[in-house]
Every structure is written in C-alpha cells, then in structure tokens.
Nanobody, 122 residues
Framework: QVQLVESGGGLMQAGGSLRLSCAAS???????MGWFRQAPGKEREFVAA????????YASDSVKGRFTISRDNARNTVYLQLNSLKPEDTASYYC????????????????WGQGTQVTVSS
C-alpha cells in the first residue's frame, strides 16, 4: 500500500474552479487511481478514476464534463480538476489507489488519503 496525501481544497463560489492533488509516498505507475467524495450526512461516492497508464478515464454522471482526472507517474501524483463548481459539489474529497476490478466500488480500493475539503457557495 502507498500513503496518499490530498491537497488543494478550499472555499469557492459557484462556477469557480479548483485543482486537487494527491501525492503518493511510493510508486503509483502500476496502480489505478481514483477520487471519491463524501458530503455531510451522505455516503461516500465515486467521482472519477484513471487507469495506471493514464487512459481511459471514468467519471460519475454528476461530474462528467466538469471534472477531469489526470496523473503524473513521474511525480507519483494524481490530479482532479474541478470546473463549473456547484454547491452540491461541497464534500470532502478522497484519493484512492489500488487495483480494483470495479472502479466505482469503494471497498475494492487498497489505499486512501485523509481527504481535502471543498466548499462551494452559491
């Protein structure tokens, strides 16, 4: 397992943009990487995932076309670009690493970060 540290969260107005980063303590080149989020009072949900080679990528319907996942294996870092933010995007965002058979299934991922908070005001 690798240790993951997210950064880049903050308070934004609706329509704004943020870029989240997830830095890994070890090599991630042989791991798929993903982002999940959890809003207050709700279960953690899948946001996006990227294969170990950088393509293809997957995203939930709620963020498709607005959020983009990417990775830099040389830096052992994964990014999530958040555009056209909406108040309903307010959540703690978590990075995950592993070899899940199904990216959307939370319990199949091996490593998790502690999360970074994104708050979107209307």
């Amino acid at each position: 397992q690798v240790q993951l540290v997210e950064s880049g969260g903050g308070l934004m107005q609706a329509g704004g943009s943020l870029r989240l980063s997830c830095a890994a303590s070890g090599l991630i080149s042989n791991l798929a990487m993903g982002w999940f989020r959890q809003a207050p009072g709700k279960e953690r949900e899948f946001v996006a995932a990227i294969t170990r080679t950088g393509g293809p990528t997957y995203a939930s319907d709620s963020v498709k076309g607005r959020f983009t996942i990417s990775r830099d294996n040389a830096r052992n870092t994964v990014y999530l670009q958040l555009n056209s933010l909406k108040p309903e995007d307010t959540a703690s965002y978590y990075c995950a690493a592993g070899r899940p058979q199904y990216y959307r299934q939370e319990d199949l991922w091996d490593s998790w970060g502690q999360g970074t908070q994104v708050t979107v005001s209307s």
